[in-house]
């Protein structure tokens, strides 16, 4: 069996998330399944790194399958191309080792989040970011940011429905960056728990508004309570940066 | 009668252009008249300083209309803002000199034709620019724009249904940059005929891939034939950057 390796873009604008469900066809995992299934004439099952939920977009997304098709790279590339509707592009399709598993190999996770920081919307940038129209102190925002770095417990910072046993993860690194209007912050870490960005952000958010101070931050960690923490960001600012092997 | 001055940003990708067509509320004007008529419990007429075709985005489009509500400014940039659709954001609404009119007063105008110069289109970015897959040489672009600076005779270069006595018009630069796979060609003139802008990025698109020579440029001109230049590019690249007074 050949075991390919592919790197994704797309605009979740219009997707429930990358996740099949079912028969549903509104998923990326579901359009590129279907896609090379009728390429292949295989049923294939796709491997994504991980999901993203719905209205989450990926710059870089890694996913493989295993197939017996002897579609050189470039076919394959060149099919899902032309197939895939326009908000999902596969733009790198590369044979590796039998053994390559998107999701148990990745060592490391990107996650931008994108602010929208003005009193008025940008009509431009509706799905790809989130409007706040509060001004933000990006200094309070970066001061806070130590208190997220490191290997840490993040019950705090998870849904109460994520499934994972070990709510231990290790943020490497986070980077707040502002361009006019637009502020980004970048997540680097060995993996994310469910709704774990969205979370940091709405509660670096809340910082910035000057609502939750960055002092209070260890001991919402301590507390492992996600009523501490501040909501959920929306996922319209949510981007997968980069999948690290 | 007081005269009240708009500036407007669009992304223009789901209307039918600027202007008002019958009863249809699928255009920008549209839009404004009906929110601002809610406003004021007057039939209000909204002067644009010109159209933008089906699908063309504004980043600053000048508007203005006569009222004798006694609304503040800030009450009707707050109206405008919470009741237009998000794709629409009306940036600025100050009280003018009765005698303003946004289109005859226009002194100069800027529009950015952008393009998504990449083997694949990126899929952030379909609507609002135009993907050319064939590399685009910028020197030879740039080589080209002097033939079309200066006070012209656009005639080859607006569409066949320009209703414009006069084909004469004066550009008064056209900039080229690239940021990675990204081309901005930056036109400013003291007016632009139906199409025009469009066919000239049509246009320098086919001297960048080597199909029209910058030397052949002059005769084009001098033809008076729309049959000559190069295609009308898509409407999803065309950007109002700015209205000048």
């Known amino acids: 069996m050949r075991n390919i390796?592919?790197?994704?873009?797309y605009d979740g604008s219009r997707y429930r998330g990358w996740q099949k469900l079912g028969d549903s066809d509104k998923t990326i995992q579901g359009k590129i399944e279907s896609v090379l299934s009728l390429l292949t004439n295989e049923?294939?099952?796709?491997?994504?790194?991980?999901?993203?939920d719905?209205?989450?977009?990926?710059?870089?997304?890694v996913a493989n399958f295993h197939t017996e098709c002897d579609a050189s790279e470039e076919e394959i590339l060149t099919y899902l191309y032309k197939y895939l509707p326009k908000d999902i592009v596969v733009i790198d399709a590369k044979e590796v080792d039998e053994r390559f598993h998107s999701r148990y190999h990745a060592k490391g996770k990107k996650y931008l989040y994108r602010i929208w920081n003005s009193k008025m919307h940008n009509p431009f940038m509706i799905k790809h970011c989130t409007h706040i129209a509060e001004p933000l102190d990006i200094r309070l925002m970066r001061n806070a940011t130590p208190?997220?770095?490191?290997?840490?417990?993040f019950t705090s910072f998870t849904s109460r429905?994520?499934?994972?046993?070990?709510?231990?993860?290790?943020?490497?690194s986070?980077?707040?960056s502002k361009d006019n209007e637009l502020m980004d912050i970048l997540?680097?870490?060995?993996?994310?728990?469910?709704?774990?960005?969205?979370?940091?952000?709405g509660t670096l958010i809340e910082v910035g508004t000057g609502r939750i101070s960055a002092e209070s931050i260890p001991r919402i960690f301590e507390k492992k309570d996600r009523s501490l923490s501040g909501p959920t960001?929306?996922?319209?600012?949510?981007?997968?940066?980069d999948v690290e092997y």
């Open 161 to 172: 429905k994520s499934k994972n046993k070990s709510k231990e993860r290790e943020l490497y």
């Open 43 to 52: 049923k294939i099952e796709l491997i994504g790194s991980g999901r993203t």
């Open 147 to 153: 208190n997220f770095v490191g290997k840490r417990d």
């Open 54 to 61: 719905a209205g989450v977009h990926a710059f870089k997304q």
């Open 5 to 9: 390796k592919l790197v994704i873009q």
């Open 187 to 201: 997540f680097h870490g060995n993996g994310f728990l469910y709704n774990m960005a969205r979370i940091i952000a």
């Open 174 to 176: 986070i980077e707040i």
């Open 233 to 241: 960001a929306p996922a319209s600012g949510l981007i997968l940066y």
